[in-house]
């Protein structure tokens, strides 16, 4: 895989991950031209298409769009796969997930496709597995939170 | 005072979705940016995380977000947690390993793959494996191989996947990782199984040293993949009753790698391929992919032909298959094998054709494809049907490919002339503006090779043009076939349906209408134009012609107003060449190489390709010359000057003048003229004849042998050749024979020729030419024209027994001469004034 973007019905970027080295102008251009053309998309249409020397695979999940850009070998009906396996996790993470969930916890949907994703290849495939890492790394993190008192709040230690 | 602490991430994400307009939004986004950069600059440490949290945020949204990049790094840094995952994340987001920033983060990595949690190696491993630079990787490679051997599966899938990410990045380092490979494949472990199998196939991929060795994993691989299918449910892994189907995908695919081109591999992969491509359950795209890329495997690997027919048959089913997405899979790998496995995919064929009415655009494009290729003898008539219709009504961007493949089918299977022209018609009526621009000329060649289809032809052409002249193409093919067989037209003469009654005047309006016309392009009206005054050695209409010639001697297209003024002259000054000149068209040889970019065409190439630049890079010289009056007909026009001229022998003194390469793109002809009989006692045509040879003054594909010289008993005759692998070079073979009553020895031929030719001379077969034609002396001579000038070839003999007979002879030579009249109307050939006539680009 060479990325993946969620993007709204109106084109807006929720996530974006990149697995190639590119600039940001270059990463804009793209993620616009991509956006553009799978929006233009008919719902009849096959959830593949060619762009540059790349496959898109794209599939709607309610008011988000998941895309994945694919090199020329890859198997297109699996990566079909491993995207719903993705939004299979962020369901079981975030209870019946929606939209507002990747709104506003953006850094955990990062974090989940980190644990599911290396490099552009799966680097998990048990589901139990991705989440049980997330539950321990989730946990870690509360530890890590020092307590803090109160004055330290109001800023007055 | 210390600031407020720094808005929550989540109430930014809320403040900033209330901005009604991008400018509001813009302006909140301008004012938390200047706090955190304020807060940055205080060194804060306890709200970093937080911030840049924030500035990913913004940064997502489309914002410059680069003065967080070192925050980034300093919260990798950190000991926290929570800061790291941040850190990691930014560093991800923000940093690219253009920048020199990105390489700060080295020793962080380093750190952190040695560190005690394994939550924090993997955001290192993460991290490096996803956007690591070539440096990163040489300096962390060794720590990424360590990690490789550990028996803690979470680290030991992540380190096999960044180590694929190291080897992509410096393929030197794969040696490196081999060790570590060893008993990969003998996890338990899904995670690390399956990056193990990708690691494997990067190797295999990169180093056919690598895929030899790991050959010997197959069976280990064939076991696995039994496992996956025999075991029972398996709830971590199961999908839709599948166990691990993306384990599956990825060692089928690696077995595809190892199998193919070797005969014991495949074998040992054939018994798991079959059961797999036949107990997997169909009903859910999950099962799909695994036999699709169970499809892949086998068509590519050694597999027998059983396993292969199974294959493709798996491919029909999905061509029936509701799912769209399968059915796109499908036409792809149908395209793929259709070459190999031709006929096996020939059974599917009306399948095929089916899917060309399918509503994807995708799908639609493979059909096409897929459907010419299977298009034989047996069904061109029927997938014929099929695609004409498709091409009817297919999108824009399909017409142009559509209308070439037609045209290729067509050529290659027509069952019949007239279907031919027919289809061509078809094609022309529908999709003709969409045509190629190589389609007029391609099929002007076809219509002169069907003769008995003239009438016919320009019969249904006509009637097109009746109808619509917008469509170029057509038009040009119909303009051009009126121009030639307009006769055939005016006389009624067509036996494959009933002739139309048209009357000269009819046929004239037509072509005039073209030219007038603002749907005609340049280069139509260059052909209607020109079609026009072919007719005037076909109709009666001199009168008319000859006013419509006038007429655009004036016009403001360039291309127009010579053509014109050329004709004009050729009906006034020349006009006893006229009918010989504008005489039928033969039939066009087409030679091997037919692309739009070769030169070298067919004889008499159309007088339309001049305006077209893809054609002779001579042609779109614009020629002034007058004298390039007759080049614009094309060469085979010019043959019948030739024939008719009488060919004299050469003067003796000053030598004779041969156009030597000139001559060669002409359908073949006597002796030439030479220039020195050319001032007074011969008209001035002859003389024109010569120098206004065919524009194909490079060598056509076929030159007839000449003889250059016959003189006093002893006969040169060259024979040409072009030189296979390039055709510029042109081999000439002499043949020196001697009619007289004694030997001719010392025979020496010698060539010279100007600079820009290079001349190849090969050692003769002997230097006596025995007398009374007993023997010969040949040799051969290799001659470079690279920049297709005209060349003009003096002979001059040389033999020690001439010697003693006659008084001038001197060494054949190839000289090249300036095409002006002065030059050719003095027999003053001695003259050493060369100039070299770039006839070309």
Known sequence: MQFMLLFSRQGKLRLQKWYVPLSDTQKKKISREVIQIVLARKPKMCSFLEWRDLKIVYKRYASLYFCCAVEDQENELITLEIIHRYVELLDKYFGSVCELDIIFNFEKAYYILDEFILGGEAQETSKKNVLKAIEQADMLQEEAETPRSVLEEIGLT | ?841
């Not at chain 2, 036996?495 to 004239?508: A, T, W």
């Not at chain 2, 030219?515 to 052909?527: A, E, F």
């Open chain 2, 1 to 841: 005072m210390r600031m407020p602490a720094p808005i929550r991430l989540r109430e930014l994400i809320r403040t900033i979705r209330t901005a009604r307009t991008q400018a509001e939004e813009r302006e909140m986004i301008q004012k938390e940016c200047a706090a955190i950069r304020s807060s940055f600059r205080e060194e804060d440490n306890t709200y970093r995380c937080r911030n840049v949290a924030k500035l990913l945020y913004m940064h997502m949204l489309g914002y410059p977000a680069h003065f967080g990049q070192l925050e980034c790094l300093k919260l990798i840094a950190s000991q926290k947690f929570t800061d790291k995952r941040i850190g990691y994340l930014g560093a991800m987001l923000l940093l690219d390993e253009r920048q020199d920033v990105h390489l700060l983060m080295t020793n962080c990595i380093k750190n952190d793959l040695n560190h005690s949690t394994q939550y924090v190696q993997g955001l290192a491993l993460c991290t490096l494996g996803c956007m690591g630079s070539s440096e990163m990787c040489r300096d962390l490679a060794g720590e990424v191989e360590k990690l490789l051997k550990t028996s803690n599966s979470y680290l030991r899938k992540k380190a096999a996947l960044c180590a694929v990410h190291v080897i992509r990045k410096v393929p030197e380092l794969m040696e490196m990782f081999l060790p570590a490979t060893k008993n990969l494949l003998s996890e338990k472990n899904h995670g690390v199984l399956h990056t193990s199998v990708v690691l494997l196939t990067e190797m295999c991929e990169r180093s056919p040293d690598m895929l030899s060795h790991f050959r010997k994993l197959v069976p280990q691989l064939v076991r696995i993949l039994k496992n996956l299918i025999m075991s029972g449910y398996s709830p971590e892994h199961d999908v839709s009753g599948i166990s691990d189907p993306f384990l599956q995908v990825r060692i089928l695919r690696l077995l595809r790698i190892l199998g193919k081109g070797d005969d014991d591999s495949s074998e040992a992969m054939n018994d798991i391929l079959a059961q797999v491509a036949t107990n997997t359950e169909t009903s859910k795209n999950v099962g799909n992919a695994i036999l699709y890329e169970t499809v892949l495997t086998i068509m590519d690997i050694k597999s027998e032909s059983g396993l292969r027919v199974l294959a493709i048959n798996i491919l029909g089913r999905f061509l029936l298959n509701n799912d769209k997405n399968i059915r796109y899979v499908a036409l792809t790998s149908l395209l793929k094998t259709v070459q190999t496995d031709h006929n096996a995919v020939q059974r599917h064929r009306s399948t095929i054709v089916d899917c060309l009415k399918d509503l994807d655009v995708s799908i639609k494009r493979r059909a096409m494809e897929l459907s010419f290729a299977l298009v034989n003898g047996n069904n061109i008539r029927g997938m014929m049907k099929e695609l004409l219709y498709f091409l009817d009504s297919c999108d824009p961007d399909f017409k142009a490919d559509c209308a070439s493949g037609i045209f290729l089918a067509a050529e290659k299977y027509a069952p019949s002339k007239r279907w031919h022209i027919d289809t061509i018609m078809r094609v022309l009526t529908t999709a003709g503006s969409y045509v190629r621009d190589d389609s007029v000329p391609n099929l002007i060649q076809l219509i002169t090779n069907s003769v008995e289809m003239h009438a016919y032809t320009v019969q249904r052409l006509y009637k097109a043009l009746l109808d619509d002249i917008s469509q170029q193409p057509l038009v040009q093919v119909a303009s051009w076939c009126i121009g030639e067989y307009g006769d055939l037209l005016v006389s009624g003469q067509c036996e494959e349906e009933e002739p139309i009654q048209v009357s000269e005047d009819e046929v004239l309006d037509v072509l005039e209408g073209l030219l007038v016309s603002n749907l005609s392009t340049p280069v139509t009206r260059g052909y209607s134009l020109t079609a026009i005054m072919k007719l005037s050695t076909r109709f009666s209409s001199l009168n008319r012609i000859k006013k419509v010639v006038s007429i655009y001697g004036s016009s403001i297209d360039v291309e127009l107003q010579q053509r014109a003024v050329e004709y004009n002259a050729l009906f006034k000054k020349y006009d006893h060449m006229r009918p010989a000149l504008l005489e039928r068209m033969p039939i066009m040889e087409k030679t091997a190489t037919n692309g739009p970019s070769e030169t070298v065409q067919t004889n008499g190439e159309t007088d339309s390709t001049i305006l077209d630049t893809k054609h002779l890079p001579s042609i779109s010289q614009p020629a002034s010359q007058a004298n390039d009056l007759l080049d614009l007909l094309g060469g085979n026009d010019v043959v019948p000057i030739i024939q008719t001229t009488v060919p004299t022998k050469p003067a003796s003194a000053g030598g004779e003048l041969l156009d030597l390469l000139g001559d060669l793109s002409l359908t073949g002809g006597p002796t030439p003229t030479p220039a020195s009989s050319v001032p007074m006692s011969q008209p001035p045509f002859l003389l024109d004849g010569l120098t206004s040879q065919p524009l194909f003054n490079d060598i056509a594909a076929v030159i007839p042998p000449m003889t250059a010289y016959n003189k006093n008993g002893l006969i040169i005759e060259f024979t040409f050749e072009r030189s296979n692998p390039n055709p510029n070079i042109a081999v000439i073979t002499i043949h020196a024979t001697n009619s007289t009553e004694a030997d001719m020895t010392e025979f020496v031929f010698q060539a010279a020729v100007p600079k820009t030719f290079q001349l190849q001379l090969l050692s003769p077969s002997s230097n006596v030419v025995p007398a009374f034609n007993q023997g010969s002396v040949t040799q051969v001579i290799r001659v470079l024209n690279p920049q297709k000038v005209r060349c003009y070839c003096e002979p001059r003999t040389h033999s020690a027994s001439y010697r003693s007979r006659s008084s001038e002879i001197s060494p054949f030579v190839l000289k090249h001469l300036q095409k002006s009249d002065e030059c050719l109307s003095g027999a003053k050939l001695n003259i050493a004034k060369l100039k070299l006539r770039a006839a070309s680009h």
